[in-house]
């Protein structure tokens, strides 16, 4: 075998017990030699049977033999002492498995056997190659939990499969109560399975290929982006350098707002970039962790945890990010070209401009949208305490019965709201659905003064505010009537670099109406948050929700 091959004599000046140099050493009549304390203590673990073995041959001794010093390997063990540490000699570090024979100095094991239930450091592990008594054991890769692979009904090794209920097992379960099932060996059912880690990589293989593929042209994309920010800035430039004094006021304005657009596509498309490299990170991990459990020697190991690399979500579909990014610039030049000849109108044309690069910053279908949709979770630690967290805390609801939540610094203790755990700082969708008399949908940043007031009462917050009458927009205590109506379900998108804020109405069909937009530069992350009123209900959507819908229809503006 490879590891007997490769296996070095030990020092005959070490202890093989210990593995360290000789202490006050004895010397049997078999002719090994220890620490006289090492072969004590080993001896004393025999004392109730009567007979003694030597740890390295098992020659038998009746009675205990009385041990005298060796004082010629004493001389030499205290100069070999002197010298470093044989390299053979592995310390335990962390989340290494020890040897279970390592009395003194407790040394790295190397492998496990089934039939002992143990494991063994080199030096130990010699037995199981030299000795006949070892050789039907089975030797498998060092593991810190031998027991599992021991049934745990019978204490027998489990070598079957057991396709009818998915398990390892024994042979005695054959029998027993698994007898008339689809059994077969561990190492054919690994086979089985081994195919299907064959197709499960190629899967990965491909989603890498496609994913990076979309990486390399969404990359070229955003230079592009950047390339059309300078044309269209340049041609700018130049119109309105035959533009008179009145215009020129609006000329630094039209300039900024191009460079905000551009700002908020290369942002969108930088969180394209990481959610790509995220998935592209995560199909690789999975590529990885195929190929390493495909390696291990250990069919248990392997069937017991290939089950969940095969459940693992297959790669997403490709999405055309080209109908995403929009470059609304090549209508600049031909609008200004235009009111050369009608210099009374320029102020009202570029307003017009300006409007439209303003609207064309978000994206334009629920589709489009839901490609920076984010999973969110809402925080029992804030949580008032009338409002019940369900349905894996992506529902909250409020009831009548106080909950008895435990102290928390940032609990809500004077309104019925609750934040989400993470503070969003890309670019981000997400939708809720609401049911009730009233519910405000909020974003905030995290702070003590939060207790202390409403969403949408501080210069801290930004509150859309729902009811079955009407909706407003809060802010900074200032109310702002929204005009049109608000359905069940409400998308809020943020874009944090480009400073935007989106609150947006849903209908069941997947029609978007846009209710508010704020623009403003924002400090810090934005936590979301919601006020529950007595009898109301909000739910977050998942994402899966979201990408589900397919919907493509545009949004509508005011």
Not at 117 to 142: D, G
Not at 383 to 400: P, R
Not at 417 to 432: D, F
Not at 502 to 510: K, L, N, T, W
Request: glycine letters at 4%.
């Amino acid at each position: 075998m490879k590891m007997a091959e490769s296996w070095k004599e030990p020092d005959p000046l070490s202890c093989s017990i210990c593995l360290d140099i000789l202490k006050s050493p004895v010397t049997l009549t078999c002719g090994h030699s220890y620490c006289m304390d090492c072969v004590n203590g080993y001896w004393d673990q025999e004392d109730h049977r009567g007979v003694y073995n030597c740890p390295q041959c098992r020659h038998t001794f009746i009675p205990r033999p009385v041990l005298n010093k060796n004082t010629a390997l004493a001389d030499l063990a205290g100069k070999m002492a002197k010298q470093p540490t044989p390299a053979e000699k592995v310390e335990v570090g962390p989340g290494d498995v020890e040897c279970d024979f390592c009395n003194v100095k407790k040394l790295k094991a190397v492998k496990s056997c089934l039939v002992c239930l143990a494991s063994y450091c080199a030096t130990h592990l010699q037995p199981h190659y030299e000795s006949a008594a070892f050789k039907r054991h089975k030797l498998v890769e060092v593991s810190a939990s031998i027991q599992d692979k021991i049934c745990p009904k019978h204490d027998k090794l489990l070598e079957v499969y057991c396709r009818s209920d998915g398990q390892c097992i024994c042979l005695l379960c054959v029998m027993d109560e698994h007898k008339g099932h689809d059994t077969v060996s561990a190492a054919a059912e690994r086979k089985d399975k081994q195919k299907q880690f064959g197709k499960k990589k190629q899967r990965y293989q491909q989603g890498i290929q496609e994913k990076e593929k979309q990486l390399r042209q969404l990359r070229q994309k955003m230079k592009e982006l950047q390339c059309y920010e300078d044309a269209a800035v340049d041609k700018n430039e130049k119109a309105y350098a035959e533009f008179v004094q009145m215009v020129d006021k609006r000329r630094s304005t039209l300039n900024n707002l191009i460079r905000v657009q551009v700002k908020a596509t290369v942002s969108r498309a930088e969180a394209l970039v990481d959610r790509l490299q995220k998935e592209i990170s995560d199909m690789r991990k999975g590529e990885d962790d195929l190929q390493q459990l495909s390696l291990t020697e250990d069919h248990i190991h392997f069937l017991q945890s290939c089950q969940s690399i095969l459940d693992c979500p297959e790669p997403n579909m490709p999405f055309d990010f080209n109908i995403h990014l929009h470059t609304p610039f090549d209508f600049v030049t031909k609008n200004i070209s235009d009111v050369r000849d009608k210099m009374e109108n320029v102020v009202k044309v570029i307003a017009e401009i300006t409007e439209t690069i303003q609207v064309d910053c978000d994206p334009k279908t629920r589709q489009e949208f839901s490609l920076y949709s984010c999973h969110l979770i809402l925080d029992p630690n804030t949580a008032f305490e009338n409002l019940l967290l369900s349905e894996g805390n992506s529902k909250v609801t409020w009831i009548k019965k106080a909950q008895k939540y435990p102290y928390h610094p940032e609990r809500f203790t004077k309104y019925d709201q609750v934040l989400c755990t993470e503070g969003l700082s890309g670019v981000c969708y997400w939708e809720v659905e609401w049911r009730g008399p009233r519910a405000d949908v909020a974003v905030c940043y995290k702070g003590a003064e939060l207790d202390e007031n409403s969403f949408g009462f501080t210069d801290r917050s930004w509150c859309i505010s729902l009811s079955s009458v009407c909706c407003s927009f809060w802010h900074d205590g200032v109310k702002t009537k929204v005009s049109n109506h608000c359905s069940s379900t409400v998308g809020v998108y943020l874009n944090h670099k480009a400073g935007s804020l989106s609150f947006y109405s849903v209908s069941d069909s997947g029609e978007m109406m846009l209710l508010h937009r704020v623009h403003t530069a924002f400090a810090q992350p934005l936590f979301p948050g919601f006020m529950v009123s007595r009898g109301a209900t909000v739910r977050i959507k998942s994402p899966q929700e979201m990408a589900s819908s397919g919907e493509v229809v545009r949004v509508k503006r005011h």
